[in-house]
């Protein structure tokens, strides 16, 4: 029942986390938007290079996996001897949290009125999000090969 209590302060505070953090994800696939925003410009037929929209991508997808990586380190420190439903719970609440940047930007991105390459970059970010939290909690070497660096709290 202890894990149940957690997890909705858990939910809570990670949310609010979560909104903070999806300008991260902003910044961090601006470089691809300006460099793509720039060739389109210069062509002559005002094409977005795929380019750009790939270098978008990998600056927006590094970024919502570090914060993926933050939420299973704070979660597993807390919940490494749990047992029970509780467990669940909380992993499900750490779940969405996980992905609640990404998704809070894929949703932007649905209602502007002019899509960008960081928009279009966000309805692929966030789906991968989602995958690479599943991929880091069963195989944790994948988490720690690129993502090591974050710290663990």
Do not use: C
């Not at 290079?49 to 978008?56: D, E, N, S």
């Not at 991968?128 to 663990?152: H, R």
């Amino acid at each position: 029942m202890r894990q149940i209590g957690y997890a909705l302060l858990f939910g809570f505070g990670g949310i609010l986390a979560a909104v903070v953090y999806t300008f991260v994800i902003g910044f961090a696939g601006a470089p691809g938007a300006f460099l793509s925003s720039a060739a389109a410009k210069r062509s002559r037929d005002g094409i977005t290079p795929v380019w750009g929209l790939f270098l978008t991508l990998a600056g927006q997808l590094y970024a919502s996996l570090v914060f993926v990586t933050l939420v299973i380190h704070f979660v597993e420190a807390r919940l490494s001897s749990a047992i029970g439903i509780g467990k669940w719970v909380a992993w499900s609440v750490a779940f969405l949290v996980a992905v609640a940047p990404s998704a809070i930007a894929l949703k932007d991105a649905a209602r502007a009125e002019r899509r960008n390459v960081q928009h279009s970059a966000t309805t692929l970010t966030a789906p991968l999000t989602a995958l690479g939290f599943f991929l880091f909690k069963l195989f944790p070497a994948i988490m720690n090969a690129g993502w090591g660096w974050v710290p663990m709290f």
